[in-house]
């Protein structure tokens, strides 16, 4: 179980909410407008915050700080950045994500190192698989036995500048393509991780675990 804080209860806000709460954690939604909050469904437990999803004081109601992820989700790309920033930046929030209408601005925001999900692409799923592990470690593909699965890895910050085939050596994987500035990129020989890139690999569904253990180190030091 973990907790949510959620920037936005809109369409999209209330399903990311009653998604998260039917699997067990603990959710927070602001929203400026106390009538928002009328989307959510009568049942719903979680904490209903009105300000400003930017306002430190905000999202101290909301429980950021004990937050383990932080989507912004509102109707304007500018709260949302703006958010998903003071979210990461003061409250060290590990995982985030900003919903933004402008695909143009994608490039400054992965410079940043703030994952986006545009509007014309968006969709409840895409919010869910960059701050709950499990989904994005359930896969965007699965081939027809099931043993393998194309995923999204998550990676320490010291895997920056390292070359993908030795991310790839040492995780026992094949890394298909980047997402890197908001587009795909296929990776060559020579290409390095690079920071506010997303991975995107095949892997062994029986290894996720071990997997993620693996990237989620530091790689070794060579001697």
């Not at 699997?23 to 602001?30: E, L, N, P, Q, T």
């Not at 998550?154 to 895997?159: A, F, I, K, N, S």
């Not at 991780?193 to 060579?222: C, F, W």
């Amino acid at each position: 179980m973990a907790h949510f804080v959620i920037m936005g209860c809109g369409r999209v806000g209330a399903t990311l909410a009653h998604t998260l709460e039917d699997a067990g954690h603990s959710v927070a939604i602001i929203d400026q407008d106390e009538r928002a909050f009328r989307r959510l469904r009568k049942s719903f437990t979680g904490r209903k915050v009105t300000g400003v999803g930017f306002d430190r004081d905000t999202l101290k109601q909301a429980g950021v700080e004990e937050a383990y992820a932080f989507a912004a989700v509102s109707s304007g790309d500018n709260s949302n950045i703006l958010a998903t920033r003071v979210a990461r930046e003061t409250f060290h929030v590990a995982h985030v994500v900003a919903r933004i209408y402008d695909p143009g601005r994608a490039e400054i925001y992965q410079r940043l190192g703030i994952p986006t999900v545009a509007a014309v692409r968006w969709s409840a799923d895409q919010v869910l698989r960059r701050i709950l592990p499990e989904q994005h470690l359930a896969g965007d593909y699965r081939e027809p036995s099931g043993r393998l699965v194309l995923a999204e890895v998550d990676l320490h910050p010291e895997w920056i500048g390292h070359r993908l085939s030795s991310i790839e050596q040492a995780a026992g994987i094949r890394i298909a393509f980047l997402t890197r500035f908001g587009e795909g990129l296929l990776p060559q020989g020579g290409t390095a991780y690079q920071e506010g890139d997303t991975v995107h690999a095949m892997l062994n569904l029986e290894r996720t675990s071990e997997i993620s253990r693996i990237l989620a180190k530091a790689p070794a030091k060579e001697s």
